[in-house]
Structures are given as C-alpha cells and as structure tokens.
C-alpha cells in the first residue's frame, strides 16, 4: 500500500483512521487524496495553508470525467471540513469552489433481440474439448445469469453450490452491493441450462469445488476473464460501439453492467406495453436487483426510450462525420 509522503501526511493518515472509525469504506478515499498528494509533491509546495487558486490549478490537471472530478474535489473537500474540525485550518480552501459541469449519461441498452444473438454468440464459444468444456460452460452460465437474472458481474462469481435451490428454481445472493441478501425466481429457461450445467459439472468434477460456477477442481471464474468473455461475445454480435462523447451527453460502450440495465430496462418496457404502470412494479424490481431503496431503480423508466437515445446517437454521429 502506498504511503502518503507531502507535508499533509499525518493529517491524511488521521483523517483516514477517523473515517474508518466511522464504518466508512476508505479506499476511493484514499485513492483520492493520494492523487492531491501527489501534486503537492510535483509542485514542490512547502508546508502552509494552501489556497483555492492552488486547488483551481489541481482540478486542471485531472484528465477525468467532469462527474470524476466532482467525486474527487467532495472528498478532498471532506477532508478539510476536518481540518477545520481540528483547528488545522480556519476556513475550508474548497468551500467556494463550484462544481463542473456534468455530462449526462446513456447507458448501452441491449435490445430483447441482440441479447438473444449475444447468448447465442457466448454459448456458441464453448469448446467441447473436456480440458476447457466446464470452464467455457461455466463462463457461459456467467454471462446469462447477467443477461436473464440481471446480476452484478461480481454476483454470480460468488456464488456457492448451496446458494442455488434446485427445487425451487431460485438463487440466493449473499451480501454483496450495501451487503444486502436476497433470494430470487431463475427464469425456467435459466433453470433448464443450470440444472445442465450442474449434471455435467458433477460428471467431471472428482473433487468438490464450494463454488457453482468453476474455472477448475480448486478456482471459481474471475472476473477479468468474464469481462474478456463478454467483451469477446460482443463482436461476434457485431454490436460493439465505442464511448462517445457527443454534446452533453455521454453514450457509453457496451459493458457487462450494460446487461444488468437492460434486463430491468426491457423487463419495465414489457410492463408498459401491454398497459400496465412501470412505477407500480419499481418496488418489486427493487428488491429482485438488490436496491437500497426503489428510488435507485426508478432511474431505469428514462431509459425505456432505449430506441429513440440510439437514434439520437447515430444522427449525431452522423452529423459529427460529415462535418
């Protein structure tokens, strides 16, 4: 780990040890102030009280998203509303500065259509080699737990073998995003392919691994190769689009979270084409996605014009190449 080194390092230090005294997670924290570390360290600045105009120049230099910016400026100034606390300082340096301009943001929004061809494309690279057949079938259930069950990346990777109720066709997910537990229904389609998985699994495993999705006899997948899976499954779709920045607005690449956006984008379109209200399913959708709160879900409605955003984004583009 590395160490602070300017002239604020023992108040860096202090601040860090009474934030986790507090049960807050410090590592953006301290990734954050590392980097005005740093700086201090390159400009050569003596210790004293350093002045806004010297926090102006520093946000100059961050080559990061405006939203990137923000989030780093709070905590920095966090960090001195504690200097003040402890009479380090009299006034906040950051207090008056205002925050960037933020970009708005489009998410990658798989269609009902292309997530069935991505499926397809991540099934049709499972080797039927027996050295590589229950990795790649493993990877492969990976992938459609995302895309059917709308789990985070890091979800089904944890899962354990008990964690998966055969009889109920249900997963359990244990404390992972705001160490939440929750036991969901698996799609029968799901079902049919994980019981399939579980029959060959036990076929070639002599050893038992805890995990339900393996790599081998002793490792469960991870996840950087799950994200070279996907990311491969995505041009053999032909659907990969680079990050565009076009205006305000952001259209993002297809990710592996994209697959976790457009399960409940699609699932709240469904409702809302055969006339039912999409607000009255955000609680229920909440708690099967692992929400805090349903509010957090609520953001997915802007994006069930998922069709009318890709439009804008190929006129744009569009407009942007014959410039």
Known sequence: MRNFESFLAPQFNDFIAYRRDLG????????YLLRLDRYVIDQKIKPGLLQPSFFLDFRNTLKMEPISVNH??????????????????TLNPLKDIPPLPEYSFAPFIFSPEQTDQFIEAACKRIRKEPRYYL????????????ARCGLRIKEPLRLQLHHYRCREKSIYIEKTKFNKDRLIPVPKSVTADLDNYLTVRDTLLADQNPYLLVRNRQ???????????????????????????????????????????????????????????????????????????YQYTAKYLKFIDAEQRQGLFDFARSKRKNK
Not at 24 to 31: G, L
Not at 72 to 89: A, E, G, K, P, Q
């Open 219 to 293: 490792k469960r997948l991870n996840d950087p190769r799950l994200r070279f899976v996907f990311h491969r499954a995505v041009h053999d779709t032909g659907i990969d689009r680079p990050r565009q920045v076009i205006g305000s607005m952001i259209f993002a690449s297809p990710m592996p979270h994209s697959l976790r956006h457009s399960f409940a984008v699609n699932l709240l379109k469904r409702i809302k084409e055969r006339g039912d209200s999409p607000q009255h399913a955000l609680p229920v959708l909440a708690t099967y996605m692992g929400h805090r709160i």
């Open 135 to 146: 990795k790649d079938f493993s990877e492969y259930m990976a992938i459609l737990l995302m």
């Open 72 to 89: 780093l400026l709070s905590v920095i100034r966090v960090f001195f509303n504690f200097m003040v606390r402890t009479d380090c300082y």
């Open 24 to 31: 807050y997670s410090i590592k953006s924290t301290r990734s």
